[in-house]
């Protein structure tokens, strides 16, 4: 979740289906899909509107959608890789800033002599 978030707001569907257009726009033109281990249509989004210095904010949270329905509760994963991703959106400036992937999944069994 990002920082210094000081209140939270309820984010319409009209403005989660604005929002999600912007943002498989923009996923591509930035190159961030390339750094996902599937298709952004692969993944299941929720939306949450926060305020942040008296700004408000929708937080983007992505996770493939075989981790859970993002209808049925806050889906949350620690070092889940490029499984799982988030990115900020900007209501008053119309921009998407700080993606994220959840951490790194490496190989368990890398540096290790056998």
């Known amino acids: ?19 999600d257009a912007a943002l498989m726009l923009h996923m591509e ?6 750094k996902l281990r ?3 249509a692969s993944y299941g989004r929720q939306y949450l509107g926060y305020v ?7 937080y983007v949270n992505a996770f493939l959608r075989s981790f859970g329905d993002p209808r049925a509760s806050y889906v949350r ?3 889940g890789g490029n499984l799982f991703w988030g990115i900020e959106y900007d209501v008053q400036a119309g921009t998407f800033a700080n993606f994220e992937v ?3 999944l490496g190989d368990p069994l890398e540096g290790l002599k056998l």
């Open 102 to 104: 959840n951490g790194e």
């Open 29 to 34: 033109k930035a190159g961030l899909t390339k």
């Open 77 to 79: 994963a620690c070092d």
């Open 52 to 58: 942040r210095e008296e700004r408000r904010f929708v």
């Open 38 to 40: 599937a298709s952004p």
């Open 1 to 19: 979740m990002p920082p210094g978030i000081t209140a939270a707001w309820q984010v319409s569907q009209k403005d989660v289906e604005k929002i």
